[in-house]
């Protein structure tokens, strides 16, 4: 073949990529809050794992044990879900990666 192929050269169905998924790169990059969890307020009633779009809430044998910040991208869903006061609140991502 001559030069670069044509539209006639593409096979049916073009170029058929590898799909991909999030397990293999962190959507918490962009996050410019995260939720901040406090063990001792939380009840375990797992609303925030059941609203969090991302699954980036962190539950073992019913219980929470907390947030997986590399997929949590700060939606605060978490927060205004949580029945708790308390047990769970937005803070700056720069202040919280301070300190
Ligand atoms: S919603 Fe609040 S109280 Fe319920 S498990 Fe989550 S942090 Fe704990
Ligand atoms: S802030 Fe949003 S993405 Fe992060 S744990 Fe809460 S609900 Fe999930």
């Excluded at 991302?54 to 044998?61: F, H, K, T, Y």
């Excluded at 910040?69 to 029945?83: F, H």
Aim: proline share 7%.
């Amino acid at each position: 073949m001559k030069g670069k192929p044509g539209w006639k050269d593409i096979p049916r169905g073009g170029m058929i990529l590898e799909a991909g998924n999030a397990a293999t790169y962190h959507t918490g990059d962009w996050r410019s809050q995260r939720p901040v969890w406090d063990p001792e307020a939380c009840t375990h009633c797992l609303f925030c794992w059941i609203y969090c779009p991302d699954s980036a809430v962190r539950v073992v044998e019913g219980r929470m044990t907390g947030i997986d910040l590399d997929y949590c991208k700060g939606c605060g869903i978490c927060v205004n879900q949580c029945p708790k006061a308390g047990a769970l609140k937005m803070v700056p991502e720069d202040t919280a990666a301070a300190g």
